[in-house]
Each structure stands twice: as structure tokens, then as C-alpha cells.
């Protein structure tokens, strides 16, 4: 495609000269120029999809970086990327050095706030409007939301303190319908009201002009200020915004540029707390992502003319997981699954279907998710909530204190847990070992084969503790078990010797090459809690040397170095500090868990 006015826009600068009229064209051009690109790098592309002429119009009316634009979880932010200088760097999007796929401070000053998780920008929103009063600087803020993002109640926290403080500030809502998958829930039902609500605006206007301007509703507004809220309320339903101290404006088409422009030009001058509801289309533009917005919301790299990924798809961890507890949950009508917005991404689709009795997708409200979980399993159910390990993080505190202080008989499926590849920091799955090793009564499973997987959670079903099983994205080798999984016990694949290899998941395949080209012991770690002391007991009373070998923050490791001390222990594991994007492949070269970097750690163990 001929990207006439795009390749003029090497600025926002630039993109601020331009003719209004000419916006239109400029949005399908970098419609386009996304789809091309993202093609070739895999991406978020629907949700970029449906926010190109909200970012535009923000853009044109609100002066970044004096004014702080923060869009929730980001994946959204390629229009805004693309505006703000990075177009000739587009096409390294989420690769290795090149730029994020997320807002990144530290690569433009127009990202004011790194984002990845959702439902963070209005918080962060509102502390900027605060610093910027408080230091007397210019610029107002601005958070993009996506309707999903307000199931959570981080949203909904921030809401409820920024409608105090009247300060000029604004929501932009992008209503999709969507988060990942389709939206659920109460909140959701309010939006569509809104939207199918044809006299919502007339009345609006209507009631609360009369109100205002006749006698009765001035006397009623001085001195009966709550009989005026129950009129209003009586009148004008599905308010929950202006509840919370927000003016609303909207429902408006998210794809009509100019008219975003010149409802954002009002909105910027009303100086106080505003919701600007805008109605998109997740994938716009793209015909394929639009009939699939879902398939396309995160995406590897595809054939633009078919729509169709062009790597070979094999079957994953997530699908294996969701097909394993559909087959257990035909035996036991005790089994429900939950999750928080994804049950495609987390294999829970076929499930959701088979047995719609059993499912509950929660919103993106992971914390509800684990206490929910809790008092099903309270109330006699099976729970089984499946989640990527970078979102259970926000779950910890109910995993504490609702699941494992009541040791109470939740199972976890742990999925993405390990390195994750392109989409960085934010979501990479290293860190939870780290602290769930720390909760009492809490099992955590760690499979290196696909069989293992089911047998793993079968097993966790039968049990009566809480329990994590944590597996990584993609694939893990589809090969039969030699003895089956027996409760907090370890594998020996090759006998002990003075030097054992200790692996646990993904890593296991990759020790098995070199334990075998070096003649090393290696034993397999099924379980990161709890810990196979009777096996420890004998590697200790032989004195052996162990290198243990995981794919996450080092947390088996130290454990095993205090239990075994005076014993050598080291460790083969992910350093303490951001993991950038990549692929898995060069993240795991970065942090030496290759055969050569093992090889490195080994010749340093070998007696002098």
C-alpha cells in the first residue's frame, strides 16, 4: 500500500500539521501499515485494530507528553507508537532490542506509564493529575480503558477516589464488547444498556435541564438534594459512573475521528472529572481479525491475504490441561473450572461448552477468581482456576489467606509459567516459585512431559490440599511416563553420581542431552514443594555435587542448598531483574540455559 500521508508523520509534530480532513485516510493507512508489520512479528493486532482513531483524535486534541496519555494494559497503543516517532522502527515490534508491544517509558517520553496488566491507568492517571496539580506544572491526563479492563476493581478503586478530587481528568472508555474473549458480567449488561439505550441521552439532557432550570428543580436541587438523585436515578438508569463523582458523556461511535475530535475538545474544557464512552470494533479494518477478534487479540506471525498463522500449530500445554480436566470432570460432577477473561488462552473453551454449569469466567478479576475458588471448594465443589502465572500475582494475598491458611482444596493450573518470550517484563511467568514457595499447606506440581501434565492434575484433583501446576507456553514432549507420579516424589532418569544434574519442567529435556554426553546423574524434580527429602537424605550422605536447573527465579535451589548443605549446590537459573523481549529461545541463551551454558557451570563444579 501507498502510505502517502503516513510516511509524513516522523513526529507528533508532524502529525499535528496535518489537515483534519485528511485524518480519515491517515487512520485506514495505518490500519494497513499495521496489519503488514504485525504480520511478520505477531502482535496484538484487534485490540490495536479498534483504537486507531481513538489514539488519533486523543493525539489531536491532548499535547503529549505535557499532557499524560496512559493506556490500559497498552496492547492497544500501536496507533500511538506509530504517531509518536517509532513508524521506521515499527517493524521490530517484540523483537530482541527492538521496540515493546506494551508502553515503555524508557523508549519515548509520550509512554508516560508502563503498562501491561490491566486495569492500572486510571490509578495511574489520577497520580499524575495529583503530581501535576501539586507541582503547579501544566498537562492533563488521560486513561484509555478498554471496557474489560473495568471488571476489575482496581478500576473501579481508582474511580471511586478521583470523583473526590475534581480534578480535570478523563476517562476514554473503548467499548468492544471484548477483553480477550467476550466480556461477562454484570458491569458488561450496564454497558450494553447504554448502548442500546437510544433515549438515554435525551432524557439525560432532558430531565436534568429541567431539573436545573425550572423553579421546582432549583429548589429541589438546594434543598432536596437526595429526592433530586432518586429522580434522577428513577429517570436516567445505568449511572453508575456519575455515582462515582464522573460527568458521562456518550455512548458516541469510537470510529467517527472527527466527531472524537470534537467531543474531546469539549471534554478538555470542562475541567473536572469526565467519561467519554466510545463504541469500536475489536479488529477493524482487517477483515479476518474482525470475524475473529479473539484468535487475532494476540497473534504470531501470519499470512495477511489468508489469515492464517504460518507456523506449524501443535497441540499445547493449555489445550492439554483444559481436554485432561474435561475428561476428569465427566467422572466427577464435583469439578468446576474458572477463569478471569481467557478461557480460550487458557484451554478452558471446550470445557466452557461442554459443561456450562460448571464454568465461570470472572473478568479480568483475578482476586475474586482465587476466593471464589476458595468457598466452592468450602462448599464441597472441585475448583480448578485456570490463570497465566504473570496474573495470579494479583491473586496472592486470597491465595494466602483464603486458599492455603483453610487449606482448602484448590487447584491451580498455572499456565505460561517460565520465560514467555515477546511480550516482556510484564508478562513473564519466572517469578511465582518465588512466592508460593512461602505459603504453608500449598503443593506446587511441575510436569516435563505432557503425560505428566494430566497425570499431575488428576492426581492434585484426588487430593486434599491446595495445589499449583505450573506448565509453560507452548509445547512439552509427548512422551509416556517410566513410573507414574506418586506425591512429593522426584525421578531418577539417570543414577546419582558425583555431579547430578536436578531439572524440573522445560528444563528436564534439555539436561537429559547433557547429562547423558557427560555421563552426570540427573534426577527429575516433579514437584518444587514439596521437596523428595528421602532422595535429598541420600545425595547428602554421599556428598554429591548438584546442579539444579529451573526456568524461573532460583527458589528450588536455595531450598535444596540448605536441606544438603555442606553439600556443593548450584544454581542454572533466571537472575533476579526484567526479562526483555524475545524469543524463548534467545531469552534462554541471554540467561545461559543452553547446553553450553551448562556445560560452563558444570566444568566449574568438577573437582580440581
Known amino acids: 500500500m501507498d502510505y502517502t500521508l503516513l510516511n509524513q508523520i516522523n513526529s507528533i509534530e508532524d502529525f499535528k500539521r496535518m489537515d483534519e480532513r485528511d485524518l480519515p485516510n491517515l487512520c485506514e493507512e495505518i490500519r494497513a501499515f499495521m496489519v503488514e508489520n504485525v504480520a511478520q512479528t505477531g502482535g496484538h ?20 507528553p505535557t499532557d499524560k496519555i496512559i493506556f490500559d494494559v497498552g496492547h492497544q497503543s500501536y496507533a500511538h507508537k506509530i504517531l509518536t516517532g517509532r513508524r521506521e522502527s515499527f517493524h521490530t515490534l517484540r523483537t530482541e532490542g527492538g521496540i515493546s508491544g506494551f508502553p515503555k517509558r524508557e523508549e519515548s517520553a509520550h509512554d508516560a506509564f508502563n503498562t501491561g496488566h490491566a486495569s492500572t491507568a486510571i490509578s495511574a492517571a489520577l497520580g499524575f493529575a495529583r503530581a501535576m496539580r501539586l507541582q503547579g506544572k501544566p498537562g492533563m491526563a488521560v486513561a484509555l480503558v478498554g471496557d474489560g479492563a473495568m471488571t476489575g476493581g482496581l478500576s473501579f478503586e481508582a474511580m471511586d477516589d478521583a470523583g473526590n478530587d475534581k480534578l480535570p481528568f478523563v476517562i476514554v472508555l473503548n467499548d468492544n464488547e471484548m477483553s480477550i474473549s467476550k466480556n461477562v458480567g454484570g458491569l458488561t449488561q450496564s454497558f450494553a444498556s447504554m448502548r442500546t439505550g437510544r433515549l438515554y441521552n435525551a432524557i439525560k439532557r432532558g430531565t436534568v435541564h429541567a431539573l436545573e432550570m425550572s423553579r421546582a428543580g432549583k429548589w429541589l436541587g438546594r434543598h432536596v438534594e437526595r429526592t433530586k438523585n432518586r429522580i434522577k436515578h428513577f429517570l436516567i438508569p445505568n449511572l453508575p459512573f456519575e455515582d462515582l463523582g464522573f460527568t458521562y458523556i456518550g455512548p458516541i461511535d469510537g470510529h467517527d475521528v472527527r466527531k472524537l475530535i470534537r467531543y474531546l475538545k469539549r471534554v478538555r474544557e470542562m475541567n473536572k472529572p469526565v467519561i467519554l464512552h466510545t463504541i469500536t470494533t475489536k479488529g477493524k479494518g482487517y477483515s479476518f481479525a474482525e470475524e475473529d477478534p479473539e484468535r487475532f487479540h494476540g497473534i504470531a506471525p501470519f499470512s495477511v491475504d489468508a489469515g492464517e498463522v504460518t507456523a506449524q500449530k501443535s497441540v499445547t500445554c493449555s489445550e492439554t490441561f483444559g481436554n485432561a480436566l474435561m475428561e476428569l470432570a465427566k467422572k466427577d460432577s464435583r469439578i468446576v473450572a474458572i477463569t478471569a477473561a ?29 476466593t471464589l475458588s476458595a468457598a466452592l471448594a468450602a462448599g464441597g465443589m472441585r475448583p480448578v482456576f485456570s490463570v497465566y502465572s504473570s496474573f495470579l500475582q494479583r491473586g496472592y494475598d486470597q491465595l494466602l489467606h483464603d486458599v492455603c491458611l483453610q487449606n482448602l482444596p484448590v487447584v491451580i493450573g498455572l499456565d505460561r509459567a517460565g520465560l514467555v518470550g515477546e511480550d516482556g517484563e510484564t508478562h513473564q511467568g519466572i517469578y511465582d516459585p518465588a512466592y508460593l514457595m512461602t505459603i ?5 506440581y511441575s510436569p516435563s512431559s505432557m503425560q505428566e501434565l494430566k497425570e499431575m492434575l488428576a492426581l492434585a484433583l484426588k487430593r486434599s490440599e491446595p495445589a499449583v501446576i505450573r506448565y509453560n507456553r507452548g509445547t512439552l514432549p509427548d512422551v509416556s511416563s517410566v513410573n507414574p507420579i506418586s506425591f512429593g516424589k522426584w525421578e531418577i532418569i539417570e543414577p546419582i553420581q558425583p555431579i547430578t544434574l536436578f531439572a524440573t519442567g522445560t528444563m528436564l529435556s534439555l539436561a537429559k542431552k547433557v547429562a547423558k554426553e557427560r555421563g552426570l546423574g540427573l534426577v527429575e524434580m516433579r514437584f518444587f514443594r514439596p ?3 528421602e532422595l535429598l537424605d541420600v545425595c547428602k550422605k554421599q556428598g554429591i555435587r548438584i546442579l539444579v536447573i529451573e526456568e524461573n527465579i532460583a527458589a528450588v535451589a536455595p531450598e535444596i542448598a540448605l536441606y544438603c548443605s555442606p553439600c556443593i549446590v548450584r544454581s542454572a537459573a ?21 547446553e553450553e551454558g551448562l556445560q560452563k557451570l558444570i566444568r566449574e563444579m568438577e573437582p580440581l
Not at 488462552?345 to 465461570?360: N, V, W
Not at 504453608?440 to 506446587?444: F, M, S, T
Request: aromatic share 8%.
Open 45 to 64: 493486532l484487534a485490540s490495536s485494530l479498534g483504537a486507531v482513531e481513538l489514539i488519533v483524535a486523543i493525539h489531536r486534541v491532548f499535547d503529549s
Open 342 to 370: 481467557m478461557p480460550s488462552g487458557t484451554g478452558l473453551s471446550e470445557f466452557a461448552k461442554q459443561f456450562p454449569d460448571r464454568f465461570y469466567d470472572v473478568g479480568i478479576a483475578e482476586e475474586h477468581a482465587v
Open 440 to 444: 504453608p499447606n500449598l503443593a506446587i
Open 531 to 533: 521437596l523428595d527429602y
Open 574 to 594: 533466571i537472575p533476579n531483574h526484567p526479562v526483555a523481549q524475545g524469543t524463548i529461545v534467545q531469552q534462554r541463551e541471554r540467561f545461559g540455559l543452553t
